[in-house]
């Protein structure tokens, strides 16, 4: 994996591969609408609550495609991604609007970077999280957001997302996102509720304590116990796991993205549709 944006000793590469972050992207989803604009957004626009699995399919497979994916495909998706964005206008937002694509950004770099250091109790140094953060620009940046509209340094990214966690205010539509994030329908029905219990404590026991007690989640000395229980026990099972289980989810979603962009390829136009349709377009390319 050469050929792509980044190197395979790439920071944003080691870390990403690890499919257990996807176990995380409750935090970073919900950090993100508790951004106003964003939530509306994403109520408005987004079929998270008919159709998660899809949902996660197609913001997994934009973020492997731009880590691991060759330059050619992370640029074609992403166009794609930007295209779809267009659609998503409201009153007062736009998701195409740099400063939604800066905060979006920030809650992917600062969760992965949280999560991963929880996980392999490992302390990233302050050269490894510079490097960290510059590479994750490109979450921004690759959808058109200009670089200097980022928070230049790690320094710089600190003092942003701090003040972005103190000042933010959630609002009953971002409570609305999560109630469908954190409750999703997904079949099986009662046997994925263990499951969705865990997700739960790990989305609220990541989520910084400013927004967690802004959505109104329950945080007590039990749940704080049961949140350190669940982190000690993925620190004894997962990091001893084979490199090539834990890469499984980025080897299956980017295998199907391919595909997916193989198929648009040979189509002679992108359409843009709201509900349905191909696998990408609309708001289905609104990862």
Same mark, same amino acid.
């Given at each position: 994996?050469?050929?792509?944006? &980044?190197?395979?000793?790439?920071?944003?590469?080691?870390?990403?591969?690890?499919?257990?972050?996807? =176990?995380?992207?409750?935090?970073?989803?919900?950090?993100? $609408?508790?951004?106003?604009?964003?939530?509306q957004g994403v109520y408005d626009?987004?079929?998270?609550?008919?159709?998660?699995?899809?949902?996660?399919?197609?913001?997994?497979?934009?973020?492997?495609?731009?880590?691991?994916? $060759?330059?050619?495909?992370?640029?074609?998706?992403?166009?794609?991604?930007?295209?779809?964005?267009?659609?998503?206008?409201?009153?007062?937002?736009?998701?195409?609007?740099?400063?939604?694509?800066?905060?979006?950004?920030?809650?992917? &770099?600062?969760?992965?970077?949280? &999560? %991963?250091?929880? +996980?392999?109790?490992?302390?990233?140094?302050?050269?490894?999280?510079?490097? &960290?953060?510059?590479?994750?620009?490109? %979450?921004?940046?690759? +959808?058109?957001?200009?670089?200097?509209?980022?928070?230049?340094t790690y320094a710089q990214f600190?003092?942003?997302?701090?003040?972005?966690?103190?000042?933010?205010?959630?609002?009953?539509?971002?409570?609305?996102?999560?109630?469908?994030? +954190?409750?999703?329908?997904?079949?099986?029905?009662?046997?994925? =509720?263990?499951?969705?219990?865990?997700?739960?404590?790990?989305?609220?026991?990541?989520?910084? =304590?400013?927004?967690?007690?802004? %959505?109104?989640?329950?945080?007590?000395?039990?749940?704080?116990?049961?949140f350190r229980l669940l982190i000690?026990?993925?620190?004894?099972? %997962?990091?001893?796991?084979? +490199?090539?289980?834990?890469?499984?989810?980025?080897?299956?979603?980017? $295998?199907?993205?391919?595909?997916?962009?193989?198929?648009?390829?040979?189509?002679?136009?992108?359409?843009?549709?709201?509900?349905?349709?191909?696998?990408?377009?609309?708001?289905?390319?609104?990862?």
């Amino acid at each position: 994996m050469t050929e792509g944006l &980044f190197r395979d000793d790439d920071l944003i590469r080691v870390i990403g591969r690890e499919g257990v972050l996807i =176990a995380a992207g409750g935090a970073a989803s919900l950090l993100q $609408t508790a951004h106003p604009k964003v939530a509306q957004g994403v109520y408005d626009h987004s079929y998270t609550a008919d159709d998660p699995s899809r949902r996660l399919r197609n913001t997994m497979g934009w973020l492997y495609t731009v880590q691991f994916g $060759t330059r050619e495909e992370a640029e074609a998706l992403s166009a794609l991604v930007t295209k779809g964005h267009e659609a998503v206008t409201g009153p007062d937002y736009e998701a195409n609007d740099p400063e939604l694509q800066v905060w979006v950004a920030a809650t992917l &770099f600062a969760v992965a970077a949280q &999560f %991963y250091q929880l +996980l392999f109790r490992r302390t990233l140094s302050r050269a490894e999280l510079e490097e &960290f953060y510059g590479q994750s620009k490109v %979450y921004a940046t690759i +959808l058109g957001c200009p670089e200097e509209r980022m928070p230049g340094t790690y320094a710089q990214f600190r003092e942003y997302y701090a003040h972005m966690l103190q000042t933010l205010e959630v609002n009953d539509t971002s409570r609305s996102v999560a109630e469908q994030v +954190l409750y999703p329908k997904l079949p099986g029905g009662p046997l994925g =509720a263990p499951g969705l219990a865990a997700i739960r404590l790990l989305t609220a026991g990541l989520m910084p =304590a400013p927004i967690r007690e802004q %959505y109104g989640w329950k945080w007590n000395a039990g749940r704080e116990l049961r949140f350190r229980l669940l982190i000690k026990a993925l620190q004894v099972v %997962y990091p001893r796991l084979p +490199l090539r289980v834990r890469t499984m989810p980025r080897d299956a979603y980017l $295998t199907a993205t391919r595909r997916m962009l193989a198929k648009t390829r040979r189509r002679p136009a992108i359409s843009v549709s709201t509900k349905g349709g191909s696998p990408v377009n609309g708001k289905e390319a609104a990862a």
